[in-house]
């Protein structure tokens, strides 16, 4: 019974498991979608029981799903406290928290419910790459997170020795100046702060050159390791035919 009920739940090289795991990606976006309707102003009671029903079928789906899952997993514990066991007990956990209870302080636990659609990677085969693009490319990630905290902060001291006296107000210390080293290394500029010195000015045209840098590198980075996953997977696919 186990290795049958992981051959449904884990594997999807059969139709029982492909079946299944369509099923629970549409219960996922039925979920998203109740959600987002739950938020509409002056819903009808009646709608609102719907909603509420839907809500209750889909978790209990998510409950049997995951309580199956720690049933076929070779080490429970491991899968526990895996990324998706997390995301699986993440899904369920605010709806068991805040039944029968109507706490103002317990609607935040409504926005866990978004940790549904993560639920979608493990049977999203392009999030699946995504996912180890993300590993193989971790320390040239972490590194480039470092530089890129690093700039903000040189940023920052920069525009705040330039600016300050001019305007005091706006950046009033280096906390303050980290606002606009973000917004403008990031090249979104939204203009609520800006340089008016030409010392200030010259700065500003350097760090946003460097910001477009900094928006192109992890592209590149993201993107290598992508081609690898795939390449990687279609040589296992033409392994397995062999």
Known sequence: MKEYTKGIVELNDNKKSRLFSLFIQFLIFVSIVT????????????TRVILKSI??????????????RIYVADSKRKFIFSFFGIIDFLAILPFYLAFGIDLRSLRVLRTLRLFRVLKLARYNKAINHFTKAIKYAR?????????TFLLIYLSAVGIYYFENQAQPDKFASIFDSLWWAIITLTTV????????????????????????GIVAIPTGIISSALTKSIREDEFLEVENKK
């Open 35 to 46: 959600f987002s309707i739950e938020t509409l102003p002056d819903l009808k009671p009646q």
């Open 55 to 68: 809500e209750a079928f889909c978790v209990i789906i998510f409950t049997i799903e995951y309580l199956l």
């Open 139 to 147: 320390e040239e990630i972490l590194l480039f997170l470092f530089v």
């Open 189 to 212: 500029g939204y203009g609520d702060v800006y340089p008016i010195t030409v010392g200030g000015r010259v700065f500003t045209f350097m760090v946003l050159l460097l910001g477009l």
